[in-house]
């Protein structure tokens, strides 16, 4: 089995409080996998699992290597970008300094500039602000700002924890939409959510987290039909 | 006016002084989130170092460098020994760590160098030099220059560099720079290791006047302690300007206020500081942090 990421048994810990209870799912190189899942059930958590942001037991592989007993820098030079929950923007730096601070995990530092040219065509709102510091950004802006620091990496896998919270609709389709091309271009992506339609519509494949289990998994468009799912995340 | 404008600059020479001990203070005080107490004696340490090898008979400026290089490595070592540990632990601790620090290093100090007074050489001439009516120490414009040649150095590391945004960053938002694969940890060892640099740069520059002595940097402590405080302990540019804006206010005072004169000048530090505190508590520059809990 040649999964890009392959998750086993993942357990988590804040002190002695068990977030996750044995979660199994795996992805594919090239697709777009989300996890649902209700506020708490462990959705965060599985992807700070994955940077090793926080302690657990059992066995998560990318790309066959094992991540645990690595440090989250280490992670993050194998090429798994993380654009955290709350956006983690550098306020103090500027826009340009946000973006050049997320390549500075890459080994290879060569070809910046078409880096830069790359977010700016997905983003152009960020060329015209590379001079402003990132905490002036609005919402949809610090949002779109965390997905291109996280694309500087040149990521093999992206994880994105709940790019739509708090932000406009229009503002969403607009990231979303992006998504979609960046993952066409070659970056596969671990989306967190708890906006099931949206992520539906963009993943191929989903897995349900509740109280830190995964309770189902499948295709998106299998599941988009699943009564549960439909009553309890999609609300028709 | 003569004595005025004399004053001024004299007072901005220890004004750069303050200025790089200040400057140490707010370094730790962004990579740690505490006010150390001991940059001071580790400035006095290192001053004793570059003593000693001038004694050994190593030309000025090799010795100065080499100070500096020695201070750099031993200011990341301590945080990386002894910091390190309680780096998670509440802020108290470390201060109080810090403390340890200054009494350990004043103790050294005393134990292989003993107290007594030791002259400590300018490498600038000793001749003061005249402009108009003016007399200028030539060590005081050496101090001046020095000063503003480091605090440019490290403007543009931290500006143009990619390790000095690295650590910019790291101060600023640990989380997310380990997110981008920076080594949090190190980018605050280094900032101790600068914040030890510009301590050095301190001592070897105030030590022509006060004469090296284990307690040689308590005033001067004090001073740099009222440059942050005004400046803002958020602000490295803030930290600098505090640090001259006390050095003049400090010299005129004892010059034109004839009751304080140099018995009761470092009043005019803790008086400063208080006002800080109650006018304007974040210092002109400094930006107050406001943190979720």
């Known amino acids: ?16 409080t068990k977030a996750l209870h044995g ?23 599985t992807l700070r699992a994955i940077s090793r942001m926080v302690r657990t037991a059992g066995t998560i592989r990318f790309d066959g290597q094992p991540l645990d007993g690595r440090a989250t820098e280490d992670v993050v030079q194998l090429g798994i970008a993380h654009a955290p929950e709350g956006r ?52 949809g802006e610090q949002q779109m700002l965390s997905v291109a620091r996280a694309l ?37 992506i671990l989306l967190v959510e708890q906006n099931a339609a949206l992520a539906l519509d963009l993943a191929d494949h989903v897995f349900l987290l509740e109280t830190g289990r995964i309770v189902l998994e499948g295709p998106s468009e299998v599941l988009r039909k699943d009564d549960a799912i439909r009553r309890a995340y999609l609300g028709y | 006016m ?12 220890t004004g750069g002084i303050y200025a790089s001990l200040a400057l140490a203070l707010v370094m730790i005080y962004q990579a740690t989130d505490v006010v150390s107490f001991t940059q001071g004696e580790m400035a006095m340490f290192s001053t004793y170092i570059c ?62 160098w003993t107290y007594v007074q030791k002259p400590f050489p300018s490498p600038f001439p000793s001749q003061p030099f005249k402009i108009g009516n003016v007399v200028f120490g030539a060590h005081d414009i050496g101090a001046i ?55 050095a740069v301190a001592g070897m520059m105030v030590a022509p006047n006060l004469t090296l002595e284990p307690n040689m940097m308590g005033g001067v402590q004090i001073y740099a302690f009222a440059a942050a405080t005004l400046g803002g302990f958020t602000s490295p540019g803030g930290a600098v300007l505090g640090g001259f804006i006390v050095g003049v206010v400090e010299n005129l005072v004892g010059t034109y206020v004839h009751f304080i004169g140099t018995e009761l000048k470092f009043t ?12 304007k508590p974040t210092g002109l520059f400094g930006t107050s942090v406001v943190k979720r809990v």
């Open chain 2, 145 to 199: 220059a020095i000063t503003l040649v480091v605090l440019a150095s490290i403007y543009v590391f931290f500006r143009f560099t990619p390790l000095g945004l690295a650590m910019r960053a790291a101060a600023h938002n640990p989380v997310s720079s380990r997110l981008v694969g920076i080594r949090v940890g190190w980018m605050l060892a280094l900032g101790w290791g600068l914040a030890a640099l510009f301590g």
């Open chain 1, 23 to 45: 979660v199994n799912f795996s992805m594919a190189a090239g697709g777009i996998t989300t996890i649902l899942g209700a506020n708490g059930a462990g959705k965060t958590t």
């Open chain 2, 2 to 13: 003569d004595i005025f404008v004399q004053q001024v600059v004299s007072g901005l020479a």
């Open chain 2, 268 to 279: 005019v530090a803790l008086v400063m500081i208080i006002v800080v505190l109650l006018v």
């Open chain 2, 51 to 112: 003593w000693t090898m001038l004694n050994a008979g190593v030309p000025y400026w090799i010795a100065f460098v080499a100070t500096l290089a020695i201070s750099f490595v031993g200011g990341v070592v301590i945080e990386r020994v002894i910091i390190r540990p309680v780096e998670r632990a509440p802020i108290l601790t470390i201060v109080i760590v810090t403390l340890g620090l200054l009494v350990i290093f004043n103790s050294l100090a005393g134990w292989i």
């Open chain 1, 88 to 139: 983690g923007t550098f306020v103090h730096l500027t826009v340009e300094e946000n973006l050049r601070v997320g390549a500075w995990g890459r080994r290879d530092r060569r070809g910046l500039t078409d880096d830069f040219e790359r977010v700016f065509r997905y983003f152009p709102m960020l060329r015209e602000r590379r001079r402003q510091p990132g905490g002036t950004l609005s919402g």
């Open chain 1, 1 to 16: 089995m040649s999964a890009l990421l392959e998750v086993r048994d993942l357990e988590a810990f804040y002190g002695r």
């Open chain 1, 152 to 188: 500087m990496l040149r990521p093999r896998l992206l994880l994105l924890d709940e790019p739509s919270l708090g932000l406009a609709p229009m503002v969403v389709r607009e990231i979303f939409r992006i998504l979609r091309t960046v993952n066409q271009e070659g970056v596969s």
